[in-house]
């Protein structure tokens, strides 16, 4: 509990919810998966726990990727199209998870607690996850993007640029990563300084470059890297992450045209599934991603797909049973819960897919599609109380606190005095009431 409140703490003391553009995830457990595969090495060599530091996919296509707190890196699904090599991607991450080992986040959230009191919003906002272990996904995070606050914040000095730097690269060689996916990141970013700052990819803007730090790169890689094995676990993992997400992100045409790259038949029978599926055809998508079973069959995250691909044709039986194979080869996996439990749902198996979803709730939070699936579970199982907590909860972490408070009211109304979920619905009402003061004073 206690990690929770910590982690929010950091995440949400950033929050200026009204108003605020949240940030927009992707959730995917197949993408998700395979980052935690790419960064878990970097992550342990870092001295950070995988299970605890999440990789989470931001909705945009620009070239960004960043921390607010040490329990999560946000990377820009724009950048994963844009790199060309697992040792990158590699590379951006060990440097974001070498700000969070470094201690960069921790203390500037201390500076920034000094000034802009810590113990508002974002902490109540904390309570209320802490309480729920709930979280906004689908909709956004509650952390605002066009703040002179939060553009503050993130703006990490040179300084600690150059220590992010060192770190990643050491970071990378102790994990069998090549480091100079550090150099290709750069080479990425060169010349972007010159532009106009708001031409500039927010990676730059947050991650100042400099003739200076480019040299002591090159330093680094050649003191730190050497003679690396080509790691074929990396470079499967990154073909399929890439190709999902742009198959995903970019016109069916367009992935269609280039399914021979990447050079896994699995993959290119993944994004022709996902292509074809877009375009509503369904026995060609159903098609494509048998075969890229036949491939892997004991791989969770195709049947998922194939779910995924059946919900979208509103074949729920058939998504349900796709569901529930992936659920068998992956039972802790939070996504892949969820997925299942909308299915049952929409089959009209209230019970069971209740259990599904309270499941998924308890191992990810961060899955707004989840809670609202759960709220519309809890609605139909003539558990009106619960519905109006965990629908005012999602509200409450995208940053729509006016109609958080609104349904914390009616929680409270319907929910046992004093209960657990009773004190979670006045955690809520507390951060509503807080958002409007704040909003007062403005």
Known sequence: MGAIVLMLAMWLAVVLAQPARAIELLRDADVEYGLTQLVSPILQA?????????ILVVNDGGLN?????NDAIFVNHGLINRATSAGMLQAVLAHEAAHIANGHIT??????????????????????????GGGEAATGLAIGTTSAAQRSFLKHTRAEEASADQSGVRFMRAAGADPRGFLEVMQLFRGQEVLAERRQDPYVRSHPLTRDRLRAMEGYVTAYGGDMVANPTADYWFARVKGKISAHTRAPKW?????????YKDVQH????????????????????????????SDPYFHTAKGDILMDARQFQAAVAAYGRAVNLAP???LVLAGYGRALLATGNVAQARTALEQARAIDFRDGVMLRD??????????????????????????????????????????DTGSGPWQRAQDVLIASERAEKRKERR
């Open 65 to 69: 990727a960043f921390v607010v707190g």
């Open 46 to 54: 870092a001295g950070l726990s995988p299970a605890r530091v999440k």
């Open 374 to 415: 759960l709220s519309v579970a809890y609605a139909k199982s003539g558990h009106t109380g619960m519905a109006a907590l965990v629908t005012a909860e999602r509200y409450a972490l995208s940053g729509r606190m006016e109609d958080a408070g609104i349904h914390a009211k009616r929680a409270s109304d319907l929910l």
């Open 107 to 132: 203390r500037r959230m201390v500076n920034y607690g000094n000034a802009q009191t810590l113990a508002g919003l974002g902490l109540a906002l904390a309570a209320v996850a802490a309480a729920a």
């Open 270 to 297: 993944l994004r022709e599934a996902i292509a074809e599926s877009r375009q509503s055809r369904t026995q060609q998508a159903v098609r494509a991603i048998d075969s890229a079973i036949a491939v892997r069959p």
């Open 332 to 334: 802790r996996d939070a």
């Open 255 to 263: 992935t269609l045209k280039r399914l021979d790259e990447g050079g």
